[in-house]
């Protein structure tokens, strides 16, 4: 379970401030996403990237920014912090042999 | 735009009985369903998946079936306990851009009652 470690676990920050969520895996795996869970509404995603050179917008982009460091990380920036992005944030990866993903622990974010 | 529907969105069965989950999808294109479950606080997790070549798939308590024409599938869990209350989700996944990119519908809570 180590595998995709997120982090912070959990934050709670201010309307209008910037904030960062990592991401970064052990699995070698090129395929790296970041998804948000509210309650009713499912995994929406928000960006993906299939390897360092690329990055592609989800479902819900607006208000999100991503960097992909490297291979083994993947970052999630909100550039101005606002209510409605207070949600749980799961970051995931895949292999292109097998399709199902490996869940990071989650980030739960709050903005006041 | 492609959509997964999931139903019901809550259910509660008695420990031993079954529990059965339904998903419907809109992309025609679709040929990869996995099934995540998440316990309370923690992350999803694959539990089962198939592909669009195979009808039915079994693993222990856990099946899923597939009808292509009809663009849904089931996850079938049978003899439940309790542990297995969750939230479920389904997914959808097709070929694009060169790989796969999931559409996950918006989850099922299971309560399994003792």
């Known amino acids: 379970d180590a595998d995709v470690t997120q982090t912070p676990r959990n934050r709670i920050t201010k309307t209008g401030k910037r904030i960062m969520l990592e991401c970064s895996q052990t699995?070698?795996?090129?395929?790296m996403y970041w998804y948000r869970q509210d309650p009713g509404l499912g995994l929406r995603l928000i960006y993906y990237s299939f390897d360092v050179k690329d990055i592609n917008k989800g479902e819900i982009s607006d208000g999100y920014s991503v960097s992909r460091q490297a291979q083994a990380k993947f970052s999630l920036s909100l550039e101005s912090a606002i209510p409605n992005q207070t949600a749980l944030y799961f970051c995931?990866?895949?292999?292109?042999?097998?399709?199902?993903?490996?869940f990071g622990s989650g980030t739960r974010l709050t903005v006041v | 735009g492609e959509n997964v529907e999931q139903h019901p969105s809550t259910l509660s069965v008695q420990e031993g009985d079954s529990a059965v989950i339904k998903c419907t999808y809109s992309d025609s294109a679709s040929n990869y369903f996995p099934w995540y479950k998440q316990e309370l606080g923690k992350r999803p997790q694959l539990i089962i998946d198939i592909r669009s070549n195979v009808g039915e798939k079994k693993d222990q308590r856990i099946a899923v079936t597939l009808n292509k024409t009809a663009k849904h599938f089931s996850l079938h869990i049978t003899e439940t306990q309790p542990e297995d209350s969750a939230v479920y989700f389904c997914a959808a996944s097709a070929m694009s851009s060169g790989t796969y990119k999931y559409i996950f519908g918006t989850g099922t809570r299971l309560k399994v009652l003792a």
């Open positions: 995931a990866t895949s292999d292109p042999d097998r399709h199902g993903y490996t």
């Open positions: 699995k070698g795996h090129d395929r």
